[in-house]
């Protein structure tokens, strides 16, 4: 054995499992982010996955959220406020994890506070897609901010947009 072997763990060892959310939290969350936030049902923001690591969900593109008439794309507000939910998302899923200890409903109530404080966006091409797929991690869940990384992908799986924002959570 040499002297930084014990640095490593053996390649057969398995990653940390993944959190698991109760029916009841993905429910309440489901409600939260797409019924209680008015303006994500407005932009038909669904979630399709509920992770502590990863989120993402899916806005189904119709004639409302048309940027730009000639080519039917997506207007880059759209893209924005998804992807600044999206992060929210992650930051919720994460927080939820850090508490598992706690009831699902008391989890919940852990959200009120949280708020974004700089978002960034980066559009690197055109969004016309039949859809879109939001995908959304927390890079670092502070005890007052979190650090977030988002995509705005097309159908194809195409890259559209990313994004990185910052939220405080307390």
Sequence with gaps: ???????????????PLAT????????????IFEEKIVFNQLLGLKITSLKAERVTARIDMRHELIGHFSFNRVHGGVISAGLDAMGGLAVMAAIGARHMDEAPLQRLQRFAK????DLRVDYLRPGISEYFELRAEVLRLGS???STRMEFR???GKLFSTAAAAYIVS
């Design 20 to 31: 698991e959310f109760e029916e009841e939290f993905i429910t309440g969350l489901k409600s």
């Design 114 to 117: 949280l708020g974004t404080i």
């Design 144 to 146: 007052r901010v979190a």
């Design 154 to 156: 097309g159908a194809d």
């Design 1 to 15: 054995m040499t002297q930084a072997s014990h640095l490593h763990p053996p390649a057969h060892s398995q990653p």
